[in-house]
């Protein structure tokens, strides 16, 4: 029962925040006594406005679960207040609905493959899309959306993005010449990518993607502090070495108040030739560390040639083969994204 309270609680937002007054620590007892229910809390500074919206919205979640007569919430005050929502000295994109951001704890997961495919299956399912490659060390998405052009300036003297595949999209990869080098410190990286929030003109769009570098630096620091984020996807492969950076990903999206939208395994298996399964990484290793920490799984992509060899060649699969197993995976990505996100 008192599980079943805690998640009932869960779905109480801390007013002005997007998350929930569990994971901010304000719940610090519950007792059960056959139908009568009491909770303790210590609100973390706010207004007795505040406490009582907490308290109104606590006990009206709880009340709805079965076999419980009497709710009582107990306020005391004390501890330290959240840190300041995402929301608040940034500004929201104009005609953009959505900003997701696509993460992973080391390189080499496939992070950049699922965000253009991705990409390309919400524009598939009928949404306007634009994708912000982040990575300015190593910007990828060029190659992989097979778009070298540079983006034009428009009359209000902003960056207009170069499109494919119907997905707007922006990169440092557009901006410099071949194989030269970005050798920028962190404050020139930080500068950059605000720009490409705040300097390009990317119109009307449903959906934003925002490719992130591998880690938790700067890039990422500033992505959260110049826009607020409608939520992180985090990507892994299923060995634990890759798991392991996974819950830097998870706590640094906690610290900045992202809400997380799940955990993709990547390169989940390999299905040879003769039909046999061969699980190269290893298998399961991200739907139990979703069931760790308790953030959605949103699927399993297997290793397919065509997957690799759309990406090489500038086709991503879902947009050259989006009937196809390769493509699969990815289409349900996107179906389960937008189902959980309107």
């Given at each position: 029962?008192?599980?079943?309270?805690l998640?009932?609680l869960?779905?109480?937002?801390?007013p002005?925040?997007?998350?929930d007054i569990?994971?901010?620590?304000?719940?610090k007892?519950?007792?059960v006594?056959?139908?009568a229910?009491?909770?303790?809390?210590?609100?973390?500074?706010?207004?007795?406005?505040?406490?009582?919206?907490?308290?109104?919205?606590?006990?009206?979640?709880?009340?709805?679960?079965?076999?419980?007569?009497?709710?009582?919430?107990e306020m005391?005050?004390g501890?330290?207040a959240?840190?300041?929502a995402?929301?608040?000295?940034?500004?929201?994109?104009?005609?953009?609905?959505r900003?997701?951001?696509?993460?992973?704890?080391?390189?080499?997961?496939?992070?950049s493959?699922?965000?253009?495919?991705?990409a390309?299956?919400?524009?598939?399912s009928g949404?306007?899309?634009?994708?912000?490659?982040?990575?300015?060390?190593?910007p990828?998405?060029p190659?992989?959306?097979?778009?070298?052009?540079?983006?034009?300036?428009?009359?209000?003297?902003k960056?207009?993005?170069?499109?494919?595949?119907?997905?707007k999209?922006?990169?440092?990869g557009f901006?410099?010449d071949?194989?030269?080098?970005?050798?920028?410190?962190?404050?020139?990286?930080?500068?950059?990518?605000?720009?490409?929030i705040?300097?390009?003109?990317w119109?009307?769009?449903d959906?934003l993607?925002?490719?992130?570098?591998?880690?938790t630096?700067?890039?990422?620091?500033?992505?959260?502090?110049?826009?607020p984020?409608?939520?992180?996807?985090?990507v892994t492969?299923p060995?634990?070495?890759?798991?392991?950076?996974?819950?830097?990903g998870?706590?640094?999206?906690?610290k900045?108040?992202?809400?997380?939208?799940?955990?993709v395994?990547?390169?989940?298996y390999?299905?040879?030739?003769?039909?046999?399964?061969v699980?190269?990484?290893?298998?399961?290793?991200?739907?139990a560390e979703?069931?760790?920490?308790?953030?959605p799984?949103l699927?399993?992509?297997?290793?397919y040639l065509?997957?690799r060899?759309?990406?090489?060649?500038?086709?991503?699969?879902?947009?050259?083969e989006?009937?196809?197993?390769?493509a699969?995976?990815?289409?349900?990505l996107?179906?389960?994204?937008?189902?959980?996100l309107?």
């Amino acid at each position: 029962m008192q599980q079943n309270i805690l998640e009932a609680l869960k779905t109480v937002k801390y007013p002005g925040y997007m998350r929930d007054i569990v994971s901010f620590g304000l719940i610090k007892n519950v007792a059960v006594n056959g139908g009568a229910v009491n909770i303790s809390m210590q609100l973390t500074g706010g207004t007795p406005e505040i406490a009582g919206q907490i308290k109104a919205a606590a006990e009206k979640a709880v009340r709805a679960l079965p076999g419980v007569e009497q709710v009582h919430v107990e306020m005391t005050a004390g501890g330290a207040a959240p840190a300041p929502a995402p929301a608040q000295g940034q500004n929201k994109m104009t005609g953009v609905k959505r900003v997701l951001a696509v993460a992973s704890g080391k390189g080499g997961v496939g992070k950049s493959t699922v965000s253009v495919n991705l990409a390309c299956a919400l524009q598939q399912s009928g949404m306007a899309v634009g994708l912000l490659d982040c990575d300015i060390y190593g910007p990828s998405i060029p190659l992989m959306m097979g778009l070298h052009d540079r983006p034009t300036i428009s009359e209000a003297q902003k960056l207009v993005p170069p499109s494919n595949y119907g997905v707007k999209l922006m990169s440092m990869g557009f901006l410099i010449d071949g194989d030269a080098p970005v050798i920028w410190r962190g404050p020139m990286i930080m500068k950059t990518i605000q720009q490409f929030i705040t300097e390009v003109e990317w119109g009307t769009l449903d959906y934003l993607l925002v490719d992130l570098p591998p880690g938790t630096g700067d890039a990422q620091l500033s992505l959260c502090q110049t826009v607020p984020l409608d939520g992180g996807v985090i990507v892994t492969t299923p060995q634990e070495a890759s798991l392991g950076v996974v819950r830097k990903g998870i706590a640094m999206f906690e610290k900045v108040n992202v809400p997380i939208l799940g955990i993709v395994e990547n390169m989940s298996y390999f299905v040879a030739p003769n039909g046999d399964r061969v699980e190269i990484f290893g298998h399961g290793g991200g739907r139990a560390e979703a069931e760790r920490k308790k953030v959605p799984f949103l699927g399993e992509i297997p290793i397919y040639l065509k997957i690799r060899e759309g990406g090489d060649a500038g086709k991503p699969v879902v947009a050259a083969e989006p009937q196809s197993a390769p493509a699969q995976p990815f289409m349900r990505l996107a179906e389960t994204l937008r189902k959980a996100l309107e």
